[in-house]
């Protein structure tokens, strides 16, 4: 009788890992395609800051472009 309950126990504790097994699997996909798609979220984000970044500084490069040309016309007005 007392082998046939360690047994039983041995089965139960064998069938929760497997279980347990399965179930850690399926979190760790999980938070692999977590983390791709957060990847993918990051990597459009960079992007998306570089392009703008460098709207801005062409904004800006066409702004001192101007500022100049204005003051040499000023410049060559009063001389």
Sequence with gaps: MKKQILSLALVLALMLSFT????TKEGAEKAGNAIEDAAKETGNAIEDAAEATGDAIEDGAKAVEEAVENAIDSTEKDI
């Design 20 to 23: 347990a097994c399965r179930e």
